[in-house]
Every structure is written in structure tokens, then in C-alpha cells.
């Protein structure tokens, strides 16, 4: 499976985003993907992750600086999740990149995701 992320850009506070994430190669019915994001000398840290099982979204989790702000979606035909960023503030700045795997035991545990794709920068000025 290979992972191409897209979407980033600069925007204002208050501002809002929409990052895309499409799968290609070898996909699989039962899924996880994830959003994480690595601020400038900071480490990376999980932002937010969709679960499926075959069509239907089984559960999504977010972190909690941006739950309420931001939704994870999926769109089945294009093998491609969302991450809808709104309210966005100036800590959000930061590469964001999609992840994936088959089964993970911890939707935030960077560590599980075996499929990672390229960052996209998003950078939100004040």
C-alpha cells in the first residue's frame, strides 16, 4: 500500500483545511488510518484515526487538542480519507502525515502503523 497525502497550505487563524490521504496498491476491506503531526522540534504526536470494517466506518478517535474542531472521514470509492481541520489556531502548524495499517491494538500508538505517507506542511499564522 502506498500512501500519497495532500491538502496543506497556509490559512489564518480561525481558518480551515481539508487534508487528503489516498491509498493505492493493495488495500484491504478491514482498515485503519490515521493523522499524526510533527510541530518543529517537537516529536511527532497523533492527532486523529478512522477504523472500517468492509463499507462501514466502524469508529474514529481524535486527540483531544482538536476534538470539535477537527472530523475524519472516509470516501470508499477513491480509497481516500479526510482530515476537515476548522478553527484552525497557530499550535496546529505542523507536517501532517497519514498512516495505515491492518489492525492496530492502539489507535494512537505511532508505533503500530506500518504504511506511512509523505508530510504535508500546514501552517497557521495569527
Known amino acids: 500500500v502506498q500512501l500519497q497525502a495532500s491538502g496543506g497550505g497556509s490559512v489564518q487563524a480561525g481558518g480551515s483545511l481539508r487534508l487528503s490521504c489516498a491509498a493505492s496498491g493493495r488495500t484491504y476491506s478491514n482498515y485503519v488510518m490515521a493523522w499524526f503531526r510533527q510541530a518543529p522540534g517537537k516529536e511527532r504526536e497523533f492527532v486523529a484515526a478512522?477504523?472500517?470494517?468492509?463499507?462501514?466506518?466502524?469508529?474514529?478517535y481524535f486527540a483531544d487538542s482538536v476534538k470539535g474542531r477537527f472530523t475524519i472521514s472516509r470516501d470508499n470509492a477513491k480509497n481516500t480519507i479526510f482530515l476537515q481541520m476548522d478553527s484552525l489556531r497557530p499550535e496546529d502548524t505542523a507536517v501532517y502525515y497519514c498512516?495505515?495499517?491492518?489492525?492496530?491494538?492502539?489507535?494512537?500508538?505511532?508505533?503500530?502503523?506500518?504504511?506511512w505517507g509523505q508530510g504535508t506542511q500546514v501552517t497557521v499564522s495569527s
Open positions: 478512522i477504523k472500517w470494517y468492509g463499507r462501514y466506518v466502524n469508529y474514529s
Open positions: 498512516a495505515a495499517a491492518e489492525a492496530v491494538s492502539r489507535l494512537a500508538g505511532e508505533n503500530e502503523y506500518v504504511t
